[in-house]
């Protein structure tokens, strides 16, 4: 299993990250199967935006009602994690319900930002490959 | 009365892998049990234990999110296509 990623797709999650800092910034990346062909940018509705994030549902709807596959167009989702590692938390993996998407991280810990992939399934979370195209 | 009921993300654990099933019934309970009565244990994926849709589940009737129509107790018109949607959220 892998991800593969454009690097203008990975650059504009990064670019996403900085323009909500210190909030998170999340969105939905859309494709075919493990390849991502582009990303659209989701409204974060949480009320504590700077430490959590949840994709505006009517948004969400809007962008999966057109498609019955959902599984394979809908490749992944991405947020951010202004201060902390570009991993899942406890959080994160306790409120994943999308197992089968990828789940996208940056981190602004570092410069530049780190950007990590990972499935997660119930308690795990493996981080899987991203490749570059 | 007949409706779709489109289920992405993790519900599917809960109808033995369907993510498109019909359905019938007049409101949004309704059709839950009615699922419910198939997949035994998706109710309680979708209810909380006062029969109120669960916070980290958003349902769609058409375009309309049901909490602004009642929320499980939502009439659901004959033909219409509920989506049954999980929260897409986290956070550190």
Redesign the interface.
């Known amino acids: 299993m892998r991800l593969v990623l454009p690097r203008e797709v990975r650059d504009e999650i990064v670019a996403h990250a900085r323009e909500s800092a210190p909030r998170?910034c999340?969105g939905l990346l859309f494709g075919d199967g493990e390849v991502v062909a582009r990303l659209v940018r989701?409204r974060n509705v949480?009320p504590t935006p700077e430490?959590?994030?949840?994709?505006d549902?009517?948004q969400?709807?809007e962008a999966?009602?057109s498609n019955?596959d959902?599984?394979r167009f809908?490749v992944g989702?991405y947020?951010s994690?202004p201060?902390?590692e570009p991993k899942?938390?406890e959080?994160?993996i306790a409120?994943?319900?999308?197992?089968?998407q990828v789940?996208v991280l940056t981190s602004l810990r570092s410069e530049p930002p780190e950007v990590f992939a990972y499935r997660i399934t119930g308690s795990e979370a493996p981080k899987i490959p991203i490749v570059e195209s | 009365m007949s409706v779709t009921v489109?289920l992405?993300?993790?519900?599917r654990d809960a109808t033995g892998g369907e993510?498109?099933l019909s359905a019938s019934g007049g409101t949004l309970r309704e059709v839950i049990a009615e699922i419910d009565r198939r997949h035994p244990g998706f109710a309680s994926r979708v209810l909380d234990e006062g029969g109120a849709l669960r916070s980290?589940v958003?349902v769609?009737i058409g375009?309309d999110?049901a909490r602004t129509r009642g929320g499980s107790g939502a009439a659901v018109p004959d033909g219409s296509e509920v989506?049954v949607?999980?929260?897409?959220?986290?956070?550190?």
């Open positions: 998170e999340c989701g949480h430490t959590r994030y949840e994709i549902p009517a969400l709807r999966i009602a019955d959902t599984d809908l989702i947020h994690h201060r902390t899942p938390s959080f994160d409120n994943a319900r999308w197992p089968q789940y | 489109r992405p993300g993790a519900l993510t498109k980290y958003n769609y375009e999110d989506m949607i999980p929260a897409m959220a986290g956070g550190r």
